[in-house]
C-alpha cells in the first residue's frame, strides 16, 4: 500500500489510565478507518512508561525507540507513576525524552469548548472558546532537564533559548494561524513572553517579529506571560494560536485546559519538522487506575488530530476528513448529554466511548 494511503502507527499505551483510554481511541480509530475510503490504518504497541522503568531500568527500550523512529505517526498515552522515580526523584517522562530525540519543537495544545461541556468563565457558552496553545518543547527551562546544578547553598537551572528553534517554532504558529484563518479563524499570532526582565525573552519577541514579516495576511501582538494568564480568564474568546517559551506554556496549557473543562478534555501534540507524539495533556490518575472511570475524551482527539497531521504532511484529504468525523462525534456525544465524572456527571470510559462510536456511525 502506498505510504501515502496507509499510516503506520507506533501505539504506547503509557501507565496508570493510558492503556485504558488508549484502548477505545484505537477502536474509534479502527472504525473511522474502516468507513473512510482511501484510509489504511497500521498499529503497532511498544513499551514506555514507569512500568516499564520498574521492571527493567529504563523508560523505553530501544526496541521502542526504533519503533517510533519508523512509524509514521506515535500514539502516547499517559505516563508517569507517583511510586516510580528516577535516583534523582525526577519522574518517569518518556514523552519528554522523545520530544528530544525527535526534536519535537512545537508543542501544540487546544483548547476548545465542546457543546454541553462547562466552563468555569462567564460568558464562555455565548462566546465561545477555541485557540491554540504552542509551547516550544525542546528548550528555554526544559533545556535543563537532568542538568542543573545543586549545592548546599543553592540550586542553578539554565534557560536556553536559540534562533534556530525560535525560527522553526515560529513559522510554524505563523502558519497555523494563516491555516485557521482559511477556515474562518481571527489569523491572529500571539506572541507570550517577559520581554520586560529577560533579555532571552526579548531575543525570542524580537525574533517573532522578524519572522512575522513573512506572513503578512496575519496580525501579531505581543502579550507579557503574567497579563496573559489574567486575560486567559477574563476573555479567552480573544487568542487564536499563542506562542511562547516551554516553561511557560507547561503552566499556561493546564490553565488553558481548566477554561475548557480540565485535562480530560485537553488533547495534545508535539510535532517536528519530521516526527510528531499525539498525547492527551491529562496525567495517569493512578488514583481512578481500573475503574472504569477514566474521560477517554482528550485521547480520543488527540487521535483526531494525528489525523489531521498526517492529512497536512502527506497531502491526504481521506485523514483529514476522518479527523473532522471524530471531533463531530466527540461533539454530538456531548451535546447529547455525555457527562464524565470528573464534572459531576455519571459516564465512565466505556460509557462515554460508546457515544463517541454512535455519532460517529451517523457521519
Not at 122 to 146: K, N, Q, W
Request: with cysteine; charged share 25%; proline share 6%.
Amino acid at each position: 500500500m502506498s505510504a501515502n494511503t496507509a499510516f503506520h502507527i507506533a501505539v504506547l499505551p503509557g501507565d496508570g489510565i493510558g492503556p485504558e483510554v488508549m484502548a477505545p481511541t484505537l477502536d474509534i480509530l479502527k472504525r473511522v478507518a474502516d468507513t473512510t475510503p482511501s484510509l489504511d490504518l497500521r498499529f503497532t504497541e511498544g513499551a514506555a512508561g514507569a512500568g516499564h522503568y520498574r521492571e527493567t531500568g529504563k523508560s523505553m527500550p530501544e526496541s521502542t525507540v526504533k519503533l517510533a523512529e519508523s512509524a509514521d505517526a506515535i500514539l502516547l498515552g499517559a505516563c508517569g507513576l507517583p511510586s516510580v522515580r528516577y535516583p534523582d526523584n525526577t519522574e518517569i517522562m518518556p514523552q519528554v525524552e522523545l520530544r528530544f530525540i525527535f526534536d519535537l519543537y512545537a508543542g501544540v495544545r487546544p483548547a476548545r469548548l465542546i457543546p454541553g461541556v462547562p466552563s468555569p468563565i462567564v460568558g464562555a457558552p455565548e462566546h465561545g472558546i477555541d485557540f491554540v496553545l504552542i509551547r516550544e518543547s525542546t528548550e528555554g527551562l526544559f533545556a535543563s532537564m537532568g542538568k542543573g546544578v545543586v549545592t548546599h547553598d543553592d540550586a542553578r537551572e539554565t534557560l536556553v533559548i536559540t534562533r534556530k528553534t525560535c525560527q522553526r517554532l515560529f513559522d510554524f504558529s505563523l502558519r497555523l494561524a494563516e491555516r485557521r484563518k482559511s477556515r474562518g479563524g481571527k489569523g491572529l499570532c500571539t506572541c507570550v513572553d517577559k520581554a520586560n526582565a529577560f533579555k532571552a525573552y526579548a531575543f525570542f519577541r524580537s525574533i517573532f517579529d522578524e519572522r512575522a514579516k513573512n506572513f503578512p495576511d496575519v496580525k501579531t501582538d505581543h502579550v507579557y506571560v503574567d497579563a496573559c494568564a489574567a486575560l486567559m480568564v477574563r476573555r479567552p474568546w480573544d487568542f487564536d494560536v499563542m506562542v511562547m517559551e516551554n516553561i511557560f506554556g507547561d503552566i499556561l496549557s493546564d490553565l488553558a485546559a481548566g477554561l475548557i473543562g480540565g485535562l480530560g478534555m485537553a488533547p495534545s501534540a508535539d510535532i517536528g519538522d519530521s516526527h510528531a507524539v499525539f498525547q492527551p495533556c491529562h496525567g495517569t490518575a493512578p488514583d481512578i487506575m481500573g475503574q472504569g472511570k477514566a474521560n477517554p475524551t482528550a485521547m480520543i482527539l488527540s487521535a483526531a488530530m494525528m489525523l489531521d497531521w498526517l492529512a497536512d504532511k502527506h497531502e491526504h484529504p481521506p485523514a483529514a476528513e476522518a479527523a473532522r468525523r471524530i471531533e463531530q462525534a466527540v461533539d454530538s456525544a456531548y451535546a447529547g448529554g455525555v457527562k464524565p465524572m470528573e464534572l459531576g456527571g455519571k459516564d465512565g470510559t466505556a460509557a462515554i466511548a460508546a457515544a463517541v462510536s454512535k455519532a460517529l456511525e451517523l457521519r
